[in-house]
């Protein structure tokens, strides 16, 4: 009977599951084979050209005892996980900045100036940045104007102990303004009665912020930051560009390896066994990020 | 619930992407492997032919660097290099991301004939059995067995065995030093002594000389050790992995013997006279501040053919050898009295396993291994790169550009001869050849580089003491399976 139902409901529906077919074999031909394709291998010794063997989960092992890729992991997290932050915050920050610009010139001038470094491929923001910290770089130049001609220059992409603060700053100097662009988007909606009402009732500027225009944004800093945490393992552009031997010990994260070991050394099996626990991991840091935020609630 | 179905499929989807960049095509892997064994020690063995008389038929290239410089070229170079051939060669020339476009092809099946690949690359592809032996074709060859140099044979024959012919004759590295600077400096580069100290005081003299503080005497690709053989030569360390009496790897370079060289290099960098840069930049930042509009510093290693580059760059913008000249030297002396220079890797054009014409593949190859292939592969199209007669060839002005270099400045063929004259200082580079010599082909270069350049600059900086930093760079390398000791 029930079987029935579902097939009159089908049969009913039909001309939508007719539009919906181009959308699921988008996604089958494109994301869920490859995804299942990429874990059949990671289960395998592949060979480019030739049959693969199947070595059970002696790749997955490799992965798990590897201190090269522990310390990737922990890599990944520092450098994802900082950015993410600084850059969320960073971002909100200028969205409360600019809806506190009245002028609109200055404010389109302001957000655009914030919004274009997101335009930039990490190719450009990689190396102005390379150059900016280089030891005849702006940065030094600065220094030296304070230190005179006892400075002595320092390569700061070979520092150690900046890799990791470089990584993340620049990381989220790209993306703030992007994040700013969507926090604003909610707080142009808001209602502005709610801010007449707060002021004659004699708010200030801060107090307005703190409990209108902040609560009213909560739910869209929530899906900005679900978002964001399925992105803190997958950064590789930036550390492709900005990356050397000097500081690869603090910035190498997963998906540089992944890259190392698939495509330079043609080690396909390990590479695709890291990259099915890459999308492990982010399934359950944003399973966990949304029980942090109760995500749910938004639509409740 | 179903919206944390939801959400956990769309996080799947997001994350299909860094699979579906390691992902092959296993069907189409399967069918190209017809007749391949499983065992990835075998590999497919080419049936030889005596020889190509027979060769006929379409020869589908890929290619990183052979080629035209842009599509009109490109298609002008197919067409000549199909006419000389007698066959219908196709040369697919990605734009960038060159591995990965090879990875990707090969691994979906692609059907080509020839593939270029770096010496790394070629050790890896072989490990896996994604090549042909062709040794057998190789010895029929008269031109092949003829043409080149046996040691170049010997330098890619991995178990007895070889799986491609050549793209160019690898030239080696030198130092390259700024003759005009040094003459400023009162120096006369032929004096120079090959010692630590005969080199300290140049690049002393160097410095002392100029009001420039940006200015640092010496700049190397110290990220990468790249090119550090000309100075490790003083202890007699070859670069590299080399394998010891009892057939273990290890890397001269990590070994307590070359500490006296790294501390050199950390007094150079005390005294101001290696750049800081050194630690961070690449080779093109290294080529920039030794270029004539530039000249932030002046002295590197790089390949021989850079000196001649870099001349004949200044040349073209008007500057004469008083205003800017790139001179060089074979190094430090070894402990033999000799000298010892890194060779480049062999860059490869390789037949995959699943090639449809062998035959067809290494006619190309033989072709590239004569004159006229090496005219081709230099100089570029007659017509298009340079017009003339023999012995009275002028080069066009787009050939002017493309400075004789088609994917081979220097062709494979041993008795070549050059249509145009090498720019000026190419012949000085090149007569310290004969102490040149390549490193042990690894899989794993890329990790050579990165630990060896990591441990080196923490020493230079003072971050560890050279013996522990060279302890660390050993259980590294060990670690990663560079090495063995």
């Given amino acids: 009977m029930k079987n029935k139902n579902l097939w009159k409901k089908v049969k009913r529906f039909r001309s939508i599951y007719i539009l919906l077919i181009p959308v699921i074999a988008y996604f089958v031909v494109f994301s869920y084979y490859p995804l299942i394709l990429g874990i059949v291998k990671s289960f395998q010794k592949v060979k480019l050209l030739g049959n693969s063997e199947f070595v059970g989960i002696d790749n997955y092992v490799t992965v798990f005892t590897g201190s090269q890729y522990h310390q990737a992991f922990v890599n990944s997290l520092i450098v994802g996980g900082g950015t993410f932050i600084f850059q969320f915050f960073w971002g909100l920050i200028i969205a409360l900045v600019l809806n506190e610009i009245r002028n609109k010139i200055a404010r389109s001038s302001f957000q655009t100036v914030t919004f274009i470094p997101y335009l930039l491929s990490w190719s450009v923001v990689g190396g102005l940045w390379i150059t900016i910290l280089s030891p005849t770089g702006m940065i030094n130049g600065f220094l030296q104007l304070f230190q005179g001609s006892s400075f002595t220059p320092a390569a700061f992409m070979a520092e150690e102990k900046y890799a990791r603060f470089i990584m993340i700053f620049t990381g989220a100097w790209k993306g703030a303004g992007y994040f700013a662009a969507l926090f604003m988007a909610s707080i142009v909606s808001i209602d502005t009665s709610l801010y007449e009402a707060a002021r004659i009732d004699g708010a200030t500027r801060i107090q307005q912020i703190r409990y209108i225009t902040i609560p009213v944004i909560v739910p869209t800093m929530k899906v900005v930051a679900v978002l964001s945490v399925m992105g803190i393992l997958r950064n590789f552009d930036q550390i492709f560009v900005m990356m050397n031997a000097t500081i690869s010990d603090k910035v190498k994260n997963l998906l540089y390896l992944i890259y190392e070991q698939g495509i330079l050394k043609f080690n396909v099996g390990e590479a695709t066994a890291a990259a099915t626990l890459v999308l492990v991991a982010t399934l359950l840091i944003t399973q966990v990020v949304r029980k942090l935020l109760h995500y749910d609630q938004i639509y409740e | 619930m179903q919206k944390r179905w939801l959400a956990a499929g769309m996080a799947g989807v997001m994350a299909a992407g860094v699979l579906a960049g390691c992902g092959g095509s296993t069907s189409q892997a399967t069918t190209s492997a017809a007749g391949t064994s499983s065992s990835s020690s075998t590999t497919k063995i080419a049936e030889t032919t005596k020889g190509t008389a027979k060769a006929s038929g379409s020869v589908k290239i890929l290619s990183n660097v ?10 002008l170079f197919e067409k000549a290099l199909s006419e000389a051939t007698g066959l219908d060669v196709t040369i697919d020339k990605p734009a960038s991301d060159y591995d990965k476009v090879l990875m990707q092809k090969l691994g979906a099946g692609s059907d080509y004939d020839l593939v270029y690949v770096t010496a790394s690359q070629y050790a890896s592809l072989v ?11 190789v010895n029929n060859s008269d031109i092949l067995t003829n043409n080149i140099d046996p040691q170049e044979w010997k330098d890619i024959t991995i178990d007895g065995k070889v ?112 750049d800081p840069g050194s630690f961070v930049d690449k080779t093109k930042d290294m080529r920039a501040k030794m270029e004539a509009s530039s000249q932030k510093t002046a002295v590197t290693a790089d390949w021989a053919a850079w000196v001649g580059l870099h001349n004949s760059n200044a040349q073209a913008a008007g500057l004469t050898t008083d205003d800017y000249e790139i001179v060089s030297l074979p190094g430090l002396q070894t402990p033999d009295g000799t000298y010892m220079l890194g060779k480049g890797a062999a860059s490869l054009f390789a037949v995959p396993a699943n090639a449809k014409n062998v035959d067809g593949a290494i006619k190309v190859l033989e072709y590239f291994a004569t004159q006229e292939g090496g005219n081709l592969l230099s100089s570029g199209i007659e017509g298009y790169d340079y017009t003339g007669t023999e012995g009275n060839y002028t080069q066009t002005e787009i050939g002017k550009k493309h400075g004789n270099d088609h994917g081979a400045p220097f062709p494979i063929y041993k008795d070549y001869k050059p249509l145009f004259p090498y720019a000026t200082g190419i012949e000085e580079a090149m007569s310290y050849a004969k102490y040149a010599a390549i490193d042990t082909i690894i899989p794993n270069e890329s990790d050579f580089k990165e630990i060896v350049g990591k441990w080196g600059i923490r020493i230079i900086k003072g971050e560890v003491f050279t013996t522990e930093g060279l302890q660390s760079m050993r259980d590294e390398l060990v670690e990663r399976g560079v090495t063995e000791r």
Wanted: charged share 30%; net charge negative.
């Fill in chain 2, 66 to 75: 052979t080629g035209g410089k842009d599509d009109e070229e490109m298609a």
């Fill in chain 2, 127 to 137: 490990d896996q059995g994604a090549l042909l032996d062709i040794t057998s074709y």
């Fill in chain 2, 163 to 274: 799986y491609a012919g050549f793209n160019k004759k690898e030239v080696h590295r030198a130092v390259h030093i700024n003759n005009t600077l040094l003459k400023k400096a009162g120096v006369d580069y032929k004096t120079v002594e090959p010692t630590f100290d005969g080199y300290y005081n140049m690049l002393k003299a160097l410095k002392d000389s100029s009001d420039d503080p940006e200015f640092y005497p010496l700049d190397e690709v110290m990220s990468q050790a790249w090119d550090l053989q000309p100075f490790f030569a003083a202890v007699g360390a070859k670069e590299g992995v080399v394998i010891d009496d009892n057939g273990k790897k290890y890397a001269p370079y990590a070994e307590d013997s070359a500490a006296p060289v790294w501390e050199w290099f950390k007094k150079l960098y005390d005294d101001g006279l290696l």
